[in-house]
């Protein structure tokens, strides 16, 4: 295995629906992840950056975002992410379920890893899910 035992995932998505079917996707699999959480692209952010309740939480391996978020938008948090030197290795799947095309070029543009989009089946949402951590468990990640 070319990255750590466990993958530490940071999903920042606001549907307790979505966020039930990655955690059971996430379990299913043979990839050992820590997941974290956060509902806001405000708190995506200060998880990232280490503030406020978020003081001690590790650096993720993977980040899992949502374009439709209270707050912070996914697409600033992604600009966010990017243009900071300590975050901007960190690969960012956007998983949303807009389909607007300038909504996936932004996304691309502002450097995210991949851009997909949520099957409206939760049984091929948890299948996309489980892709996804197939393919990071065996791409090569950049140290911190």
Known sequence: MLNPEKMKVLVVEDNPDDVTIIKRAMRKSEVKCELYFARDGEEALDFLHREGEFEDVPRPDLILLDLNLPKINGLEVLAKVKEDERLRR????????????????????????????????????ERLIGTVQDYWRIAKIPPE
């Not at 998983?95 to 939760?122: C, F, H, N, Q």
């Open 90 to 125: 960190i690969p960012v799947i956007v998983l949303t379920i807009s389909e607007r095309e300038e909504d996936m070029v932004k996304a691309y543009d502002s450097g995210a890893a991949s851009y997909m989009t949520k099957p409206v089946d939760s049984k091929d949402f």
